[in-house]
């Protein structure tokens, strides 16, 4: 929004810093429906920057059930990335991208979901759950993963390194 406002009322100036303010606060305690009447009231005030103010409705428009932030507030959920960002770093990333791990995409959620329980203190409530429901699950046979060689088809190792009980350092110079 502030982008459109800045096209309109010029970027610093205290017409774009009062509607700016204004329009935020009405995003955070009102519904997006009024935060989107605020933006239709300044494209028909403002028929010359319609196409920008336009593409902020269709923005907010298509991503609307993610902007009911009285909604969000009152049942004392997060509002924006930052703790998502911050949990996918200490939940997942500490776990899964230690010093020479490698993870077969087939294991990685259920990793993912061990973890989490873990993090969450959940773990004595719903592993349970979890056993039960892989318990009803019937057993699918896993064929081991086999990878294209990036070697040429003649390439064979050699059966003796010829350098290996070469003498090294001192024991070079021994004397006979």
Same mark, same amino acid.
């Given at each position: 929004m502030a982008s459109q406002a800045c096209a309109v009322f @010029?970027?610093?100036? !205290?017409?774009f810093t009062t509607w700016f303010e204004a329009t935020r606060h009405q995003l955070r305690h009102d519904t997006p429906d009024a935060a989107l009447a605020t933006l239709?009231?300044? @494209?028909?005030?403002? !028929?010359?920057?319609?196409?920008i103010i336009n593409h902020a409705q269709a923005y907010f428009t298509k991503r609307l059930n993610m902007i009911h932030y009285v909604e969000f507030n009152a049942a004392h959920w997060p509002i924006g990335s930052g703790s998502g960002e911050a949990a996918h770093k200490v939940v997942i990333q500490?776990?899964?991208?230690?010093a020479g791990m490698r993870w077969h995409p087939d294991q990685v959620n259920p990793?993912?979901?061990?973890?989490?329980?873990?993090c969450n203190d959940r773990w004595q409530s719903d592993w349970p759950l979890i056993v039960a429901a892989r318990m009803l699950r019937p057993a699918q046979p896993r064929s081991p993963l086999k990878l294209p060689s990036r070697l040429p088809p003649s390439f064979q190792l050699r059966p003796v390194i010829p350098w290996r009980h070469q003498p090294?350092?001192?024991?070079?110079?021994?004397?006979?």
């Open positions: @010029g970027e610093g100036t !205290p017409e239709a009231d300044l @494209g028909a005030a403002h !028929p010359r920057h319609i196409e500490s776990r899964m991208k230690r990793m993912v979901a061990i973890r989490n329980l873990i090294i350092g001192k024991a070079r110079f021994r004397s006979a």
